[in-house]
């Protein structure tokens, strides 16, 4: 019997390490899977504001990946309690709310609102554009990723995990930077900021023009900065991107990750995530670990300095 | 390892009863029907087979030299009975999701996720419908005609097609008792001034209190203008790029009219049948 609990910090236990990616996951997946098998439930994100989203096209396919310019359509935080949250209070996984805002005091507003019950911890997607500087997101440089954080610790005592963007020089430098503003996860990363131009047309595919790789395309690099991330800091780190297979997740928990989010492999296979937890198990079985929680100490690796490791990129 | 084959109750699971199903379907069949479109049939037992008139499915097409489908494609349901097992899809070989689907031959396979979506209703006080449809369009609309056909409700098929072998679905709606009428671009008739004169002689010979559309954007804004005009009841349905099928992406969103107010709704979610009076043009 493999024991897959993980321990999440702030008294947060995930029954399994596997979750949805936020953005990639809705009500309608519980026509197919069992909810309750998940390690938790993440929201789509949601905004104080109501948002209506980006022009259509809206995704294009790139090879073996998705780009997407959804444009984090909400209907609001309100609508969210009132609508949204008793669906999923029906489940036993543990209920994370993705939110952004466009301001800090912004976040620690939409923070403050969660203090709810059924909400088990708050993932701030603080890679979207902050409008006081400049629209660059907040998590591209360390400063603005300590004061989103720490206007949010200062009004939840939830678990807090901070959603960090892959379009920054120094990750493992903003890493620890929303630790120290008293994060209590990392979820290592969301998309990647990417374009394509169909050349018969000569237009942007995307309406938006610019939009976030994901998929297999991205995965050695979501992989490469977890394993940053993982070294930079004490707080679990959550590995996301491209993860479509058992194997593919015990790579980022053999790279630190303490838990693992599958997002764009549920459009293309909805059963991906039972997949992954029953894949994590056999290969844990077979590896002789009595339990998941081991493989973050288990990789064999002549292991560089950090800040070696980050000069080498 | 937990899979969703061919199931209504995923097994190991403590009594989760799946309304989709992620079915592994064997090819039966998957033949040309004319120079650009093939039918492909399915064995799929369980819930896909149970799919309903305007229901569609997220097909997984294989990857085949160059072409490399990321995504599934959404195909509407051509045909799908429980008693057989069978699904049917008609469909267009047109790109890199089409080709891969053509590749297949029988006694290969296929995931095929649904059904998915929101299907036709004939409300209890239509009793003769219209289904007016071009291209693909016709293939959704083809089971319509069988289920209004079983509730004894009459049907009229008008089936707009560029020339004569381009015409789809008419022995299916001939079969389904419906009467058939064939506009064609080739000898004019499809034009928008025939095809409206044709709505208003069916309706004012009562045989149209309720207007069905699929395939073409022109169509589906002349029968809208008419239902307004002719108090009549009406459904479209819609196509749009998708990704998960599922409305957990948002990438399919559509505008709609709802009482006056300009709504965004997921084709996959909260379609892809709508209300006829809320559709806008696409």
């Known amino acids: 019997m493999v024991d897959l609990k993980v321990d999440m910090g702030r008294g947060l236990v ?43 096209p809206r995704v294009a396919e790139v090879g073996n990946g998705m780009l997407n310019s959804i444009g984090i359509p909400s209907k609001g935080i309100d609508q969210f309690l009132d609508e949204a949250l008793p669906f999923y209070r029906r489940f036993s996984s543990p209920l ?16 403050a609102r969660l203090n709810v019950e059924g909400i088990a911890g708050i993932e701030a997607n603080i890679s979207c554009p902050n409008i006081e500087e400049d629209g660059k997101a907040f998590a591209m440089r360390p400063q603005t990723t300590e004061q989103a954080v720490s206007a949010m610790r200062k009004v939840t005592d939830l678990p807090l995990w901070a959603k960090l963007t892959p379009n920054t020089g120094d990750i493992a430098s903003v890493a620890r930077a929303a630790e120290a503003a008293g994060a209590d996860g990392l979820v290592v990363a969301n998309t990647i900021l990417a374009m394509t131009i169909d050349i018969e047309t000569m237009r942007p595919t995307l309406g938006n023009v610019m939009g976030g790789l994901s998929g297999p395309a991205v995965k050695p690099i979501a992989l490469r900065m977890t394993y940053q991330c993982a070294r930079a800091v004490d707080i679990p780190v959550i590995g996301c991107g491209g993860i479509a297979s058992a194997e593919d997740a015990v790579e980022f928990l053999l790279a630190g990750a303490r838990a693992v989010q599958v997002g764009t492999a549920t459009f293309t296979r909805p059963g991906t ?38 000069a080498a990129q | 390892m937990r899979q969703i084959d061919n199931a209504d109750v995923t097994p190991g699971s403590g009594g ?34 149970s799919a309903e008139a305007g229901q569609f499915f997220n097909i997984e097409c294989p990857v085949v030299g160059e072409d490399k489908p990321f995504f599934r494609r959404p195909m509407s349901t ?17 790109g890199a999701g089409t080709r891969g689907l053509a590749s297949l031959i029988s006694g290969g396979t296929t995931r095929i996720l649904g059904p998915l979506g929101v299907g036709f209703t004939l409300p209890d006080d239509v009793r003769s419908i219209v289904v007016l449809g071009r291209g693909v369009g016709l293939a959704t609309l083809a089971p319509l005609a069988e289920m209004a056909r079983d509730r004894g409700v009459a049907v009229t098929a008008i089936v707009s097609a560029r020339g004569p072998e381009q015409i789809l679905s008419v022995e299916r709606f ?8 064939i506009v064609l671009d080739s ?96």
């Open chain 1, 14 to 56: 995930l029954a399994n390490p596997v979750m949805p990616a936020s953005g990639t996951f809705a009500e309608g997946l519980a026509k197919v899977v069992d909810l309750n098998g998940l390690g938790a439930l993440v929201t789509k994100t949601i905004t104080a504001e109501l948002r209506g989203g980006n022009p259509t």
């Open chain 1, 96 to 111: 994370i709310v993705s939110i952004s805002a466009p301001t800090v005091d912004d976040f620690g507003r939409a923070a």
């Open chain 1, 273 to 310: 995530m039972d997949e992954v937890i029953a894949g994590i198990t056999e290969y844990c079985r077979r590896k002789g670990f009595n339990a998941v929680a081991e493989l973050g100490a288990a990789l064999n690796a002549d292991m560089l300095a950090p800040d070696v490791m980050e």
């Open chain 2, 16 to 49: 989760f009863a799946a309304q989709v199903a992620d079915t592994v379907a064997r090819v039966v069949s998957n033949d040309w029907v004319n120079a650009e479109y093939k039918l492909i049939v399915l064995d799929a037992p369980g819930l896909a087979a």
């Open chain 2, 78 to 94: 051509y045909a799908a009975d429980p008693e057989t097992g069978r699904v049917e899809f008609l469909y267009k070989v047109a």
């Open chain 2, 174 to 181: 001939r079969a389904a008792g419906a009467k058939v009428e």
């Open chain 2, 187 to 282: 000898d004019g008739t499809s034009a928008m001034t025939n095809v409206e004169a044709i709505l208003r002689r069916l309706h004012a010979e009562g045989r149209a209190d309720g207007f069905y559309t699929c395939g073409s954007n022109r169509l589906m804004l002349l029968m809208q203008k008419l239902a307004a005009e002719l108090d009549v009841f009406g459904e479209v349905a819609m196509e749009q790029q998708m990704a998960c099928g599922l409305g957990m992406c948002f990438c399919c969103v559509r505008n709609f009219t709802v009482e006056g107010e300009t709504i965004s709704k997921r084709v996959c979610w909260d379609g892809p049948v709508f209300a006829l009076s809320e559709a806008t043009s696409w």
